[in-house]
C-alpha cells in the first residue's frame, strides 16, 4: 500500500511552514504505530516529527487521551491551550478535549457540523496557515 500513498493536499506546504517557525509537531493515530512509522518515513516526513505515536503504542487508543500524552512526553511538551491537536473526526476532537490541548478539527462541511462546539473547525488544512498567521499578527 506504500506505493499508492499520497500525502493530504497543502500537507508539505504546512508541515514546512511549522517546522520553519520551529514548532514542534508529531503524529497521534489509531493506526498500527509500526505502520504508521513506515508511512511517515515513506512520505519522506519523519524529519518534521518529534514523535509518531499509533495504535498499540499505549495502553488505550483514542479517544483516550493517553497516545497524545505519550506524543507530547516524547516531543518534551506538556498538554494546554497552547498545543493545537489537528484532526479530522469527532475521536480528534475528544481526544484534544480529554488532554487539555486545543482541537481543530478539518471536516468538508464545517457549517453542518456544530458538534465542535470548542477549539477551531474548518474545511481546509491550508488554512490552519492563516489561523496561525493571524496569531501571530495578533
Known sequence: HLQSLQ?????EDILD???EQ???MAVVSN???????KEI?????????????????????????GPLFEALRKSSLSPGLDIWYVGDNAID???????GCYPI????????????????????LKKILTLHQ?????
Open 105 to 124: 478539527i478539518i471536516d468538508a462541511n464545517p457549517q453542518e457540523n456544530k458538534s465542535y462546539t470548542l477549539g477551531h473547525h474548518t474545511d481546509h
Open 41 to 65: 518515513a515513506h512520505l519522506g516526513f519523519d524529519f518534521y516529527f518529534t514523535a509518531a505515536v499509533g495504535c498499540f503504542d499505549t495502553p488505550q487508543d483514542k479517544p483516550h487521551p
Open 22 to 24: 520551529q514548532i514542534p
Open 31 to 37: 493506526k498500527n504505530g509500526e505502520i504508521l512509522r
Open 7 to 11: 500525502p493530504m493536499d497543502g500537507c
Open 93 to 99: 476532537y475528544t481526544c484534544a478535549l480529554e488532554a
Open 134 to 138: 493571524g496569531l501571530i499578527l495578533s
Open 17 to 19: 511552514y511549522f517546522a
